[in-house]
């Protein structure tokens, strides 16, 4: 993908409220939607992606859809807890590599 | 398993110094990746090897080299280390180009004063 747009920047939720996150894509010929969690002093962590031929995913509390029409796609997490606090990213298939959002960080107060 | 390991974790080099920055992962991954992280900029790619034998420039190559050593390792070299490569670098490995998911290794911390 040649260009990833993601938002918002910070987002600030109370424990057991929804959060989401929405990315969106240039580049028509991206089919893979990956996004990531990133701890304060680790690498980034997959923990969720979708494909193209797919207009939504869920895995217990976080789930993904894609809107390949308007070209976005978004992360939700219902029920969040303390430890969901972290930088997440967004990322898209393009020609030869991923390109990633530059990232949201999700505090989630208790 | 190990997954990606990187060394070192931090390193302090003075301008003009040269270092290695170390990547090998344990999951027969074809594909490995070096990114840096810099506050604001999200991860941004330096050089790639999509497999064994092959490496190719990423977004912002400059000031870098990498070698695909063999199938598990590949690492990326500062010549003449600037202010500007301050970061935060991260490996990363798939089973076989972008359409896998990436595993990324711990990173490492590199401060150059």
């Known amino acids: 993908g040649e260009n990833v747009e993601q938002h918002p920047s910070t987002l600030s939720v109370q424990e057991g409220d929804s959060a989401v996150i929405k990315c969106t894509y240039s580049?028509?010929?991206?089919?893979?939607f990956p996004w990531y969690k990133q701890e304060l002093g680790k690498g980034p962590q997959l923990i969720i992606d979708?494909?193209?031929?797919?207009g939504e995913k869920k895995d217990q509390r976080i789930a993904v859809t894609l809107n390949k029409t308007a070209k976005h796609f978004s992360l939700h997490i219902t029920e969040t807890q303390p430890e969901d606090s972290a930088v997440y990213f967004c990322a898209d298939s393009g020609y030869s590599t991923l390109t990633f959002g530059k990232g949201t960080m999700l505090l989630v107060s208790p | 398993n190990a997954g990606v390991t990187q060394t070192p974790k931090f390193q302090v080099l003075k301008t003009g110094q040269s270092m290695t920055l170390q990547c090998a992962q344990d999951?027969?991954?074809?594909?490995m990746y070096w990114y840096r992280q810099d506050p604001g900029m999200g991860l941004r790619l330096i050089y790639y090897s999509a497999s064994e034998g092959t490496t190719d420039k990423g977004e912002v190559p400059n000031g870098y080299n990498v070698s695909r050593l063999n199938k598990r390792e590949f690492s990326l070299r500062l010549e003449s280390a600037a202010p500007s490569q301050t970061s935060v670098y991260f490996c990363?490995?798939?089973?076989?180009?972008?359409?896998?998911?990436?595993?990324f290794g711990s990173g490492t911390r590199l401060t150059v004063v």
């Open positions: 999951m027969n991954h074809n594909s």
């Open positions: 979708i494909r193209s031929n797919v």
């Open positions: 580049d028509s010929a991206s089919n893979y």
């Open positions: 990363a490995s798939s089973a076989w180009g972008q359409t896998y998911g990436y595993t």
